[in-house]
């Protein structure tokens, strides 16, 4: 075995055995940092630059996700349907309304956030 590959090993087994985590392990997306991305003044623009494309993206990833465990029939009893012809923007409106209307879940992480917003609106029928 290399002197690398040694070393590597060791770094790996300290890591384990002290409980290191990656930063981003910590890290999480809330319902208050979604609401902050994701905010537009009245005429629709976003009030965080490149917010827009921030929110949209992580909105898409939840429903992308949901639609991965429809697919393996492993769904969540909040099931949502999202049709796929429906404007980002609209869904994004939606998302929005929500987190406005629901500040109780500012310091949850948000991706369940966005599935209950989503639901309100798009349920499975």
């Known amino acids: 075995m290399s002197m690398r590959l040694h070393f590597l ?4 087994a300290f890591a384990l055995l002290t409980g290191v985590r990656p930063a981003w392990a910590n890290t999480q ?5 979604l609401l902050h991305v994701c905010e537009m003044d009245a005429k629709g623009k976003e009030k965080v ?18 639609r991965i465990l429809q697919s ?4 969540p009893k909040i ?5 796929s012809k429906t ?3 609209d869904v994004h409106r939606v998302v929005l309304a929500y987190l406005r209307k629901h500040k109780e879940n500012d310091a949850f992480i948000a991706a369940p956030v ?12």
Do not use: E, N, W
């Open 79 to 83: 099931d949502i349907c999202v049709p």
């Open 49 to 66: 630059r490149g917010g827009h494309t921030a929110c949209q993206a992580y909105i898409t990833g939840v429903v992308d996700y949901h």
């Open 9 to 12: 090993t060791a770094l790996l």
């Open 72 to 75: 393996m029939k492993l769904a």
């Open 114 to 125: 966005v599935t209950m917003a989503l639901y309100k609106s798009y349920p499975c029928k």
């Open 29 to 33: 997306f809330s319902g208050a940092y």
């Open 87 to 89: 404007p980002i923007t």
